[in-house]
């Protein structure tokens, strides 16, 4: 099992951002009294589900390509950021002068 910083180091990743894909649900992980746990052959299938294998390359084998790897977590980061369709920012309904106080 690892850790938040061990896989955060592999993924080449910040901690504060696996820990935000745990609370969405986005990444594969073990809850353990309080701790957060990754294995690392749910990692790897949950990095392949990204792009499909190579014609070349039969279903199920490892990558061990490092710009594979790097494809795969762009991927991933893609996937766990991407704002949903028709979202919109709306203006805060407190006027210039109540924000900035009264003169």
């Given at each position: 099992m690892l850790t938040v910083k061990e896989l955060s180091a592999w993924l080449n990743i910040k901690e504060s951002t696996l820990y935000l894909w745990v609370s969405k649900n986005k990444i594969p992980c073990r809850r353990i009294h309080g701790l957060v746990r990754f294995e690392p052959e749910a990692?790897?299938?949950w990095l392949?589900?990204?792009?499909?294998?190579?014609?070349?390359?039969?279903?199920?084998?490892?990558?061990?390509?490092?710009e594979d790897v790097d494809h795969l977590i762009a991927a991933a980061k893609h996937a766990a950021y991407t704002s949903?369709?028709?979202?919109?920012i709306t203006p805060s309904p407190r006027t210039k002068e109540e924000q900035h106080g009264a003169r």
């Open positions: 990692i790897q299938a392949n589900g990204f792009t499909p294998p190579s014609p070349e390359q039969p279903p199920g084998t490892s990558r061990q390509n490092a949903r369709h028709g979202e919109t």
